[in-house]
């Protein structure tokens, strides 16, 4: 199940963003628009949902949740943008992985 919101996730939706993979929940965040799509299979499904409603490329970061650990997670192919200064799957600036570790407990705040 997939869900977009601009604001924190339920209990319930939790729940139903877990069935995917059980133990991980993917998201990708507009960190400017402050939305977040989760529990797609792959993250550029999530991508293209935002693009598609205006998001600008730039401003989107994908990673995830860890919900054995309740880590948060900074790694997606979609993350690998050369012209954005990401060369890795890893969200590199440091600026940015704050917006997002802090738009996910945002999001997550009813698990983190």
Known sequence: MIITKSEPFTAQEVER???????????????EQKICVAGMD???????MLLRQSSR??????????L???GIDFSSFINIRPRDGNTRNEIQSEQTKKIYQE?????FKEIL
């Open 68 to 70: 054995e650990t309740k």
């Open 42 to 48: 792959r993250h550029f499904e999530g991508e293209q």
């Open 103 to 107: 738009l996910t407990e945002y999001f």
């Open 57 to 66: 490329q730039s401003d989107l970061w994908g990673g995830g949740i860890d």
């Open 17 to 31: 963003l877990a069935e995917q993979f059980e133990v991980y929940i993917k998201t990708v965040i507009d960190i």
